[in-house]
């Protein structure tokens, strides 16, 4: 009887081993006898330190203020929180399918090609590869882990992914403790706060509270937090990327590719565009016509993955996302 109990906890044990790593790392996540991971290494001080929510928001919000840091040979560090995997309409642009027939591989396809924009346009911007950070948190599930504090981990309805990964390079919390993250409110906010601590940033940038991406609106609350469990009590700033959900193509204003005019407030069906917000801006940082050009060749370079699709993809997409490029970025202040 004892030789076959312990026939059966071997055959176990050969079918853990056999299971394959999305099952694998399933297992691992909710284990809660895993062992702790081990400590980062000490990362390099960063003057600025810039989240973006998705690939591209990096370049639509702080381009300018990015390149005039390089410029002045300051360290900027971007970290992306997502991988921008869960955009059904880019993913039926890169893959050529129908929305109702893409897959999982196909969302992960698109994520790994925004991974490429997001490297491409930080070169752009003078940046340095090791500089570029991603975080590998599920796109459009952000609010609900800020929101969510189950310690089941989140399931992307996109990729089917329940812990962080990245394709063009390792994710954040995988380089640094040697196993992914699970998608869980707990993680996120232990990578933002570990991040800041590690790298000392005189500057924090992140978009706004009042943004109308619920991801955005997300991604500023987990760095808001962050902030105080990491004791930071450098500048925070936040940035704009959304209007409200219901007036997407009102902002930014003008909508168009305006070089030599700033960003300017608007009135749209009786309410004021940006909403919620105080105008003129606290922090307008002017750029040149040369940092206007090189901010509009970052912004392109995230519309790598359409190619031939991009006739395809949603013109007023590009058209808003082009429309960043004015005289100046502006900020309010984060933390209040």
Known sequence: MLLRLKLVWLLC???????????QS?????????????????????????????????SLGCA??????????????????????GFPAAAAALTGKPIEKLTPADYRELGRRR?????????????RPDDLILL??????L??????????????????????????????????????????????????????????????????????HPDH??????VHDAVAVASYHGAFYTYLIHGPEDAETEWPWPHAITPLLPFAVHQFKGMQIPQNLPWPPPRRVPLTPKQAQEKLDAIRAHLSRENAASKKLMPDERASLEAFVKCEEIFWPGGE
């Open 143 to 212: 609010d609900f882990l800020y929101h969510q504090r189950d310690v089941t981990p989140y399931r992307s309805e996109f990729t089917e992914a329940t812990a962080t990964y990245a394709i063009v390079k390792r994710d954040y919390h995988s380089a640094s403790h040697g196993v992914p993250a699970p998608y869980s409110h707990v993680a996120v906010l232990a990578d933002v706060a570990e991040l800041i601590k590690s790298v000392a940033p005189s500057e924090v940038y992140v978009t706004n509270q009042f943004d109308g």
């Open 13 to 23: 044990f050969i079918v853990l081993l056999g299971l394959d790593g999305s099952v």
């Open 136 to 141: 590998g948190y599920p796109d459009e599930g």
């Open 217 to 222: 609106r997300a991604a500023y609350w987990f």
């Open 115 to 127: 991974q490429m924009e997001v490297a491409h346009a930080t070169a752009i911007l003078g940046m």
């Open 64 to 85: 300018g203020v990015i390149l005039q840091a390089v410029e002045q040979r300051k360290v900027v560090k971007v970290v992306v929180f997502t991988n921008g995997d």
């Open 26 to 58: 399933g297992f691992m996540a909710r284990t809660p006898s895993r062992p702790a991971a081990p400590a980062p290494a000490p990362r390099e001080h960063a003057d600025l330190l810039v989240f973006a929510p998705h690939p591209d928001d990096e």
